[in-house]
């Protein structure tokens, strides 16, 4: 009931794609839903969060996709760049405690 | 931009031993957390640590580890007698609000116990 399930667990997307990434949870509790960018040798950085009172947020290149009745959600990376290759981590809150419950991680890799 | 300074960025030590791993969370930051990344696997919650006291804390923080804010800039996490397993890369995070919300992140420190 506390884990995030991501997927996938890696994906290659041409340069000026549109980048996918999936997460579903259980418990109906979470309330808030970041989504960290992850390179090699630095620790996850927040990229953008949504809570479940809204369908979508958008900042920039990046935007999240919120399905409540489906307990889904997403984050989109338009036009695609190499330098967005990262691992990539969707979390969820639960509204009843504060640690962060993280998906096991997206390992981007944008090609030109 | 202010960041979150964690050292050493590596630590290797013997079975039994104890380490400290040591953290700057950024200035005007008062919630204060620990998680770690065992290799390949997902980032997992530690502690989290306000006002002078632990918040919370996950069922992998037993005994043998602890927390400390000695002055007003380093937060440090104890392993007292150091596990095989608890090997991992261990993250610093700070922010400015509770909740978990607005988390950042130091590079962390990757422990290797032998």
């Known amino acids: 009931q506390q884990q995030v399930k991501q997927s996938p667990q890696s994906l290659i997307v041409q340069k000026g794609g549109i980048s996918i990434i999936n997460c579903a949870y259980e418990n109906t509790a979470f309330d808030y839903f970041p989504w960290y960018q992850q390179f090699p040798g630095k620790g996850p950085a927040l990229l953008i969060a949504i809570r479940p009172d809204v369908s979508e947020k958008k900042e920039g290149r990046f935007t999240i996709s919120f399905n409540k009745s489906a307990k889904q959600f997403s984050l989109h990376i338009m036009d695609s760049q190499p330098g967005d290759s990262a691992t990539y981590f969707c979390?969820?809150?639960?509204?009843?405690?504060?640690?962060?419950?993280f998906g096991k991680g997206t390992r981007l890799s944008v090609i030109a | 931009e202010p960041e979150v300074t964690q050292t050493p960025s590596h630590q290797v030590t013997q079975m039994g031993q104890e380490v400290i791993l040591r953290c700057v969370p950024i200035s005007n930051h008062l919630y204060f957390y620990w998680y770690r990344q065992i290799l390949g696997q997902k980032v997992e919650f530690l502690v989290s640590?306000?006002?002078?006291?632990?918040?919370?804390k996950s069922e992998i923080f037993d005994d043998q580890f602890s927390v400390e804010r000695p002055d007003g800039s380093n937060f440090t996490l104890k392993i007292r007698s150091t596990k095989l397993e608890d090997s991992a890369m261990y993250f610093c995070a700070s922010s400015d609000r509770g909740r978990s919300e607005k988390l950042f992140f130091g590079s962390g420190t990757q422990l290797s116990v032998l």
């Open positions: 640590f306000y006002n002078n006291e632990i918040s919370e």
């Open positions: 979390a969820a809150r639960n509204s009843g405690n504060t640690p962060l419950v």
